[in-house]
């Protein structure tokens, strides 16, 4: 068993407070996409909560917010640890340790008009670096073909960013983890995400319960619900839960635009004080012009040209592989700064396209058309699945 970390010295408490204190709002402003009212600082600066992430494999030092008129990248997980949390979350209950969940990659383009969220399968089987659970300072060895969503059970954070830069070149600096009673609590702030939903869904494994065909306004457990029911919807896979998933996100971000959130006060402090009281965050993401430069950037992307999409894979009995020359392609296309765009065919398998859903909003570059990229680029992988902010679609039950 390993010994409890030494205290902090007051030099390092002083500058974990600084850093509570610099984020005081952001987080509110983040995750509202631009809003700029600053609200309850001191109360919001003391929920923040930091980690250090793992060296970058070339050592640079991130980004300041000077150099935010070129691409960045942000890594999002969303935990499954619930022990302690006091709510039970369909089967399985009140359960120790905790995985990622949920695991997005965010890349925005150096020209600032496009941006790319991958999401990586929990289930995908991957090789994961040497890591340190920088709680109880364990070290795990490197390890080859393991479940995905391992990662933040065997060294947190950090060594969830590890993996995904062993898998995409990408190094991160930045990087937030929110818990099941964040997705709760941030929900019910919203007032609830709308949500389309093909028929009646009855998931006893994560309590999801919609009676019919519809669109609902989901918070609280129910958007839990949904964002980790997996046997309820489409073909019952972990990549039907993940296209459900971009169905909230699409859904999440377009609500988060509207002019009534971003003028209303009592949903402004709700937003950030769930955020802060339910997210761990990378010093290095911890810092107000850092967010804010951020929160101003993708405040100002036109939807339809925020893709979600699957990271690429292949079978590999009941767990997925990488489909490394998919990966590669997607990742150059995105690391290009191409916008991608994705075609109603190509909605995921737990969603399909919404028969209300609206045309593109602005007009297509030069060469390109509204539903592809510009005619001199490299094609997306055939395997690549996903959807944009701009499109309205409907979740589909199992076997529907």
């Given at each position: 068993m390993s010994l409890p970390p030494p205290a902090p010295s007051s030099r390092r408490r002083r500058r974990r407070r600084l850093r509570r204190f610099l984020t005081l709002t952001v987080i509110g402003i983040l995750?509202?996409?631009?809003?700029?009212?600053?609200?309850?600082?001191?109360?919001l600066?003391?929920?923040?909560?930091?980690?250090?992430?793992?060296?970058?494999?070339?050592?640079?030092?991130?980004?300041?917010?000077?150099?935010?008129?070129?691409?960045?990248d942000v890594l999002l997980v969303g935990s499954d640890g619930r022990a302690g949390q006091g709510v039970q979350?369909?089967?399985?209950?009140?359960?120790?340790?905790?995985?990622?969940?949920?695991?997005?990659?965010?890349?925005?383009?150096?020209?600032?008009?496009?941006a790319t969220v991958i999401s990586f399968p929990r289930d995908l089987l991957v090789d994961i670096p040497a890591c340190t659970d920088p709680e109880t300072g364990s070290t795990w060895n490197a390890g080859w073909r393991v479940q995905f969503n391992e990662s933040l059970a065997r060294g947190g954070l950090g060594c969830?960013?590890?993996?995904?830069?062993?898998?995409?070149g990408i190094d991160l600096a930045y990087a937030a983890e929110i818990?099941?009673?964040?997705?709760?609590?941030?929900?019910?702030?919203v007032g609830g995400v709308p949500i389309c939903f093909a028929g009646p869904i009855?998931?006893?494994?994560?309590?999801?319960?919609?009676?019919?065909?519809?669109?609902?306004?989901?918070?609280?457990?129910?958007?839990l619900a949904l964002l980790r029911s997996r046997y309820g919807v489409g073909d019952g896979s972990d990549l039907a839960r993940i296209s459900t998933q971009q169905v909230f996100l699409s859904s999440l971000v377009r609500t988060l635009r509207d002019q009534s959130t971003l003028t209303d006060p009592v949903k402004l402090y709700g937003i950030a004080d769930a955020a802060t009281r339910n997210m761990t965050l990378s010093t290095q993401l911890a810092d107000l012009g850092t967010l804010t430069s951020m929160a101003k950037v993708f405040s100002d992307l036109p939807l339809e040209n925020?893709?979600?999409?699957?990271?690429?894979?292949?079978?590999?009995?009941?767990?997925?592989?990488?489909?490394?020359?998919?990966?590669a392609a997607l990742v150059e296309r995105v690391r290009a700064g191409d916008t991608v765009s994705i075609s109603a065919d190509r909605t995921g398998r737990g969603s399909e396209l919404s028969e209300d859903a609206a045309p593109p909003t602005s007009e297509p570059d030069d060469g390109a058309t509204e539903e592809g990229p510009p005619a001199d680029a490299?094609?997306?992988?055939?395997?690549?699945?996903?959807?944009?902010?701009?499109?309205?679609?409907?979740?589909r039950p199992y076997g529907g």
């Open positions: 995750v509202i996409a631009g809003g700029t009212v600053a609200i309850a600082a001191i109360r600066s003391q929920n923040v909560t930091t980690v250090e992430l793992q060296p970058v494999r070339d050592s640079e030092e991130p980004p300041t917010v000077a150099d935010f008129d070129g691409e960045f979350y369909g089967e399985g209950g009140d359960v120790e340790g905790s995985r990622n969940d949920v695991t997005l990659l965010l890349h925005v383009n150096e020209a600032h008009d496009a969830v960013a590890s993996t995904v830069t062993a898998l995409t818990s099941f009673t964040g997705v709760i609590e941030a929900s019910n702030a009855h998931d006893r494994h994560s309590g999801l319960e919609i009676p019919a065909a519809g669109t609902y306004d989901l918070s609280g457990e129910q958007a925020i893709a979600f999409v699957s990271y690429p894979h292949l079978p590999a009995g009941d767990r997925v592989v990488p489909d490394e020359a998919a990966a490299d094609p997306l992988p055939e395997n690549l699945d996903g959807q944009s902010a701009a499109q309205d679609t409907c979740v």
